[in-house]
């Protein structure tokens, strides 16, 4: 939901049309949630949004439903053809991660982009946009040592600090700590769900917060 939410406003913008209404978002993650419940019926995936695609319309100007519906329509065509999948899998690793590079890095200045509506003259706003991002890489490297089995992965580094991810985890119950675990491992979920706290708990104005023009 998260991620869906920030890639409707950054759809949006590359598109060149206005901020998506609270009504839009709300059709656009539970038609979400449909599609998730559909594919978990015929035994396939759950999926969601993908940035990638906004990074598309970017590249190349084209953000209409009507060709992303025939587009659509297209793939699931081609999805019954083995040997389409075998061409799509033989493109080199170089040329996708090539691909990826601009993709994510134009995704990734769309994002500093929207985050540059609030006033980032604030030190409330620097303070929690600068704690959020860092606590969203610094989280996930601290669970990665979970059940290393490398004594010298990076991750394993991080025992100096009591108490570990397996020694926090091993002491919770298994339900719990398979969420956390999750959780924790989510560089997105950890930036995400402490942005949201710090930003809705420090005091601070509308137009601080970039919730009026």
């Known amino acids: 939901m998260i991620e869906s939410f920030g890639d409707y406003h ?8 206005e901020q998506p209404s609270s009504q839009q978002i709300s059709r656009g993650i539970g038609c979400e949630g449909v599609g998730c419940l559909l594919t978990g019926i015929l035994g396939g995936f759950s999926s969601t949004s993908y940035s990638e695609n906004i990074g598309l319309v970017g590249l190349t100007r084209v953000g209409s439903r009507y060709v992303v519906q025939w587009v659509a329509v297209m793939l699931v065509g081609l999805g019954f053809f083995g040997k389409f999948g075998a061409l799509a899998a033989a493109v080199p690793g170089p040329v996708v ?35 959020s991002l860092f606590m969203g890489l610094s989280v996930p490297a601290y669970f990665s040592a979970v059940s ?59 137009r601080e917060r970039g919730l009026e023009s």
Not at 10 to 17: D, E, P, Q, T, V
């Open 10 to 17: 950054a759809c949006a913008h590359m598109a060149g049309g």
């Open 97 to 131: 991660g090539g691909l990826y590079c601009t993709l994510f890095g134009l995704i990734s200045a769309v994002g500093v982009q929207q985050l540059a509506k609030c006033d980032l003259q604030s030190n409330r706003n620097l303070f929690i946009a600068g704690f």
């Open 148 to 206: 290393s089995p490398d004594a010298m992965a990076p991750g394993k580094l991080l025992a100096m600090y009591q108490p570990t991810a397996d020694t926090l985890l091993a002491s919770l119950p298994q339900s719990l700590a398979r969420m956390i675990e999750s959780v924790g491992s989510t560089g997105m979920a950890v930036a995400a769900i402490i942005g949201v706290v710090l930003d809705n708990v420090i005091p601070g104005t509308a």
